[in-house]
């Protein structure tokens, strides 16, 4: 399958209704892909607190409705990076995953806020649940599966969503492996000072997970922040597959799912873990 991700650059002189519509362009540029992902908080900033609560918008707002309309034209699966959504009175950063017939099909609350008591750690609400989703991608052509293969089989992944921050904690990956994901998705808006962990703890979870990580960050500066770009795609080997420069940029990666199971065959840790939560059961 290909995947494709959208490093955008969150230009404070640009709008965020300028934004929202040249990004949806740039999604339907990618149709012929399999899964297009977008970054973090890609509308307003994931550092720009000032903006959040005017342009908080609820699950079905004008950002939905742009990129749920931008997967149906490409006909593409959609990470849509995260928005920061009203719900009554709260506010939450929350991801959202689109089919290729623009339905929204998952969305993620990121559960772990930065800020250490400042910032998005006071001005949102964390999540309080993990969350996966199948996809459904056509097999290769040539192979016994050629068609449309179904979701969670053959050459067809399940998600693992998380946010940026969230890349910090190892025990969230673990539920998501143990909740069946191959493929783990985190946008993200890390700065660029911390560059280095960003693109360590993307191989680190690819590695202990034995999975996919698809790793979207913003680029340019917004509230002052310089962001980290270097998107990249890892494999379950902790390989870089595709690594993104620092600016604007349309990463593309050939990925193969069946290569999650296949690890976790030829080289079974996770079947000797003893401490924390329990093993995986052979299916």
């Known amino acids: 399958m290909r995947a494709s991700l959208l490093q955008i650059d969150v230009d404070p002189g640009e709008s965020v209704e300028k934004r929202r519509a040249r990004v949806a362009g740039l999604v339907r540029e990618e149709a012929g892909s399999d899964l297009v992902v977008l970054p973090e908080l890609w509308t307003v900033g994931a550092f720009s607190e000032d903006l959040w609560q005017e342009t908080a918008e609820p699950l079905d707002g004008p950002t939905a409705a742009a990129v749920s309309e931008a997967a149906r034209d490409a006909g593409v699966w959609l990470h849509a990076g995260s928005i ?3 719900d009554g009175a709260d506010l939450y950063n929350t991801s959202l995953l689109f089919s290729p017939d623009g339905v929204l099909r998952a969305s993620y609350r ?12 006071v001005a949102m609400s964390g999540g309080d649940r993990i969350v996966t989703a ?12 050629a068609g449309e293969a179904p979701a969670g089989g053959g050459a067809s992944p399940v998600l693992g969503l ?7 904690f190892p025990e969230q990956f673990r539920l998501l ?6 493929m783990m998705v985190v946008p993200a808006g890390w700065p660029a000072r911390r560059r280095g962990h960003w693109t360590l703890l993307a191989r680190a979870r690819a590695v202990e997970s034995q999975a996919y990580v698809l790793a979207c960050c ?14 990249m795609v890892v494999d379950p080997w902790g390989e870089v597959l595709a690594e993104a420069g620092a600016g604007e940029q349309v990463l593309r990666a050939d990925i193969d799912p069946s290569l999650v199971a296949r690890t976790r065959a030829d080289f079974p840790v996770l079947r000797d873990r003893v401490l924390g939560l329990p093993a995986p059961r052979p299916s």
């Open 84 to 86: 920061v959504e009203r």
């Open 110 to 121: 990121k559960i772990h806020r930065f800020g250490f008591d400042r910032g998005e750690a």
């Open 134 to 145: 199948p996809l459904s991608v056509p097999a290769p052509a040539g192979t016994a599966d």
């Open 162 to 168: 998380a946010t940026c921050y969230d890349l910090r």
């Open 177 to 182: 492996v143990d909740a069946g994901a191959g």
């Open 218 to 231: 913003t680029a340019g500066t917004h509230a002052g922040i310089e962001q980290a770009g270097h998107s």
